[in-house]
């Protein structure tokens, strides 16, 4: 049946949500009205179609966007003076990112859409909805000079100039939808009258036929019919192979650990580990399990009270969390869904989303199951930490660990050990492969997370002091004549004869205010090997020159070496504007092969960053160069 009663509910329940996502996606109200209402009407022609889906929306949604985006020919928003200055400001920065990011951003923050149906939506594999979508929170907060944390907020709010929509009853939509119906009915009839009067061919059951009905369809070529999937529902993680609370203890020795919870991850956001992006990294898994543990120190802190004569010092015993762990496993269907969990669970941690995160060092692990890596990352703010996250396959089971450190890191030994220790303890259970032995680390270049070759990623960067809010990078560019990584001493462009795939990019602090010159300027480029090779000594040449030359210049050298057509120089520049002011500035070339990179930071006032992190930064940037030279 029909059921006009189910249709109607729906209806009132679903319209103003799709026209709240289309608005945002469109910034016209008039358009976005007229795609969600022909989208009923579409809906009502197929409703028992519709109406047996799981989710409706997954029929409907799909319908309005593409109507909207169809009808939506430009930026009405200019035009309508009733509209608040906050909503402007958000659609205005919309408008500035391409039609994909806009849709991910706008679905992310507006619907309940998981991330690998936003990638199904906009018709994109998982992995690059994810960096598209990195990269579209990113641009957004900058255009819109918001934190990214405000994303979400600002989206929701373009609700209100749209909340005083009329909408047709929903039976008006009905009988357009029956109208529609009878239209299509009547035109199928007409073409299929015409094809059998052409071919002259009828349909009759021949003495060898047999008659079926819906209900005893046979199975015919290009009909695959499966068993049910047997597994479904009856794998199980057992909660005994799980880490003890005493194995942890070697992720923090000198603090006491306490298991706070074991579960199958289904309860509040599922985002139990540091840099996770979705519940799960396998959402058509058999069964996940998880556990958490808190590890603390009590410390003897002394407390003044009172004042003058009254004035006493008391010691107090004070317990505090310094450290956090989390073991997560995940069962996929078979060895190869597994692996690709294994790497989309790298990808998280790789290319950290979460704000103030730096990636340290990524390491391949050997004899710990079937594959294994570690990644060290540190996060920095109010509360600095560590952390250090496993993760390791075996058969069909994946298995992460993440250690969160206040204090101290985790040593390598503790953290494969416990590794190890986990992939051991399912050894044997229902989908596991190899075990572990004695675990060796090797330190690797970074995973390549989608940025375009040579160019760093927001989650390379070190902390900068004093500043407000994230990193945030600009979109990468062709590179130009003005060059912000360059200084006055070398005058470096990316645009001269010879120079291929020149790209730039700045990163910068939009949350902070009153800042005009804090920065980090990145260029690239591929050319011949002798010319890169020249390139990088005219950098060199020209700074040394300056500080022998200019008097008001001082240029110390940070860093050098040079091996296997690799070369990095790093120095810090300073130039005195006048007897109290000057100018400090901190500057890399590095070249691999045929690719050369330039690298510049401006600090401002006390926002800095330590010359040992630009140091590390510009070897990072030696080893982002691989995959620009590779192509070069």
């Not at 020149?502 to 690239?524: H, I, M, S, Y």
Request: glycine share 8%; with cysteine; proline share 4%.
């Amino acid at each position: 049946m029909r059921s006009p009663e189910t249709f109607d509910a729906y209806y009132v329940e679903t319209r103003t949500r799709l026209l709240h996502e289309a608005y945002a996606l469109t910034g016209d109200a008039p358009a976005a009205r007229a795609a969600v209402r022909d989208a009923f009407v579409v809906a009502w022609h197929h409703w028992r179609k519709v109406n047996a889906l799981e989710d409706r929306d997954s029929y409907v949604r799909p319908l309005t966007l593409r109507r909207a985006k169809r009808r939506h020919t430009a930026r009405i928003w200019h035009r309508d003076k009733t509209l608040a200055p906050e909503a402007r400001a958000t659609l205005e920065a919309l408008s500035k990112l391409s039609t994909r990011q806009r849709e991910l951003l706008v679905l992310n923050g507006l619907s309940a859409l998981t991330l690998s149906e936003l990638a199904r939506e906009v018709g994109l594999p998982r992995a690059d909805a994810e960096r598209e979508l990195q990269t579209a929170g990113s641009q957004f907060s900058l255009h819109r000079d918001v934190p990214t944390t405000d994303v979400r907020r600002l989206l929701q709010e373009l609700a209100e100039p749209v909340a005083s929509t009329r909408w047709p009853r929903a039976s008006v939509i009905r009988r357009a939808g029956a109208a529609r119906r009878r239209t299509h009915t009547v035109i199928g009839a007409a073409v299929a009258t015409a094809a059998l009067l052409v071919s002259g061919s009828l349909v009759a059951t021949g003495s060898g036929a047999q008659p079926t009905s819906l209900s005893e369809e046979k199975a015919g070529h290009g009909l695959d019919v499966h068993d049910p999937d047997s597994t479904v529902g009856s794998a199980v993680i057992d909660e005994q192979t799980l880490l003890a609370s005493s194995q942890v203890e070697r992720f923090g020795t000198k603090l006491a650990w306490e298991e706070t919870g074991t579960g199958d991850n289904l309860d509040g956001d599922g985002l139990v580990v540091p840099c996770q992006r979705e519940r799960f990294a396998d959402p058509d898994g058999l069964a996940a399990l998880t556990r958490t543990w808190e590890g603390s120190a009590t410390k003897v802190v002394k407390r003044t009270t009172g004042k003058g004569d009254a004035r006493r010092t008391r010691k107090e015993r004070v317990t505090a969390v310094e450290s956090t762990a989390v073991q997560v496993v995940e069962r996929s269907r078979d060895e190869d869904k597994a692996a690709a969990t294994f790497e989309a669970a790298s990808l998280w941690y790789a290319g950290c989303a979460d704000p103030r995160t730096q990636l340290l060092t990524t390491s391949d692990v050997k004899r710990v199951g079937d594959d294994a890596r570690q990644f060290r990352l540190r996060t920095w703010g109010r509360t600095p930490a560590t952390l250090t996250i496993g993760i390791a396959r075996t058969g069909s089971l994946v298995v992460t660990t993440a250690v969160r450190s206040i204090g101290a890191a985790v040593g390598d030994k503790a953290s494969l050990g416990g590794l190890s220790a986990a992939v051991n303890a399912l050894c044997g259970s229902p989908g596991a492969a190899a075990c572990a032995g004695r675990a060796r680390s090797t330190t690797t270049a970074p995973l390549d997370i989608g940025a375009p070759p040579g160019l760093l990623s927001v989650v390379d960067l070190p902390p900068v002091s004093a500043v407000r809010g994230p990193w945030v990078g600009t979109d990468p560019e062709r590179a130009s004549n003005t060059n912000f990584a360059s200084t006055r001493c070398d005058r470096t462009t990316f645009t001269g004869k010879g120079i291929s795939m020149a790209k730039t990019r700045t990163f910068l602090f939009p949350e902070t205010r009153n800042v005009d010159q804090l920065g980090l300027t990145q260029v690239v480029g591929s050319m011949s090997e002798t010319a890169a090779k020249k390139f990088v000594e005219q950098v060199r040449t020209r700074i040394r020159q300056c500080g022998q030359a200019n008097l008001g210049t001082s240029v110390t050298p940070l860093a050098s070496s040079s091996s296997k057509g690799r070369e990095l120089q790093v120095w810090a520049l300073s130039t005195e504007l006048n007897d109290k002011q000057s100018f400090p500035f901190l500057m890399a070339i590095v070249r691999d092969g045929t690719a050369v990179s330039q690298l510049g930071f401006t600090p401002q006032r006390n926002m800095t960053m330590a010359r040992d992190d630009f140091v590390a930064l510009s070897r990072r940037v030696l080893e982002r160069l691989g995959t620009l030279s590779s192509r070069g």
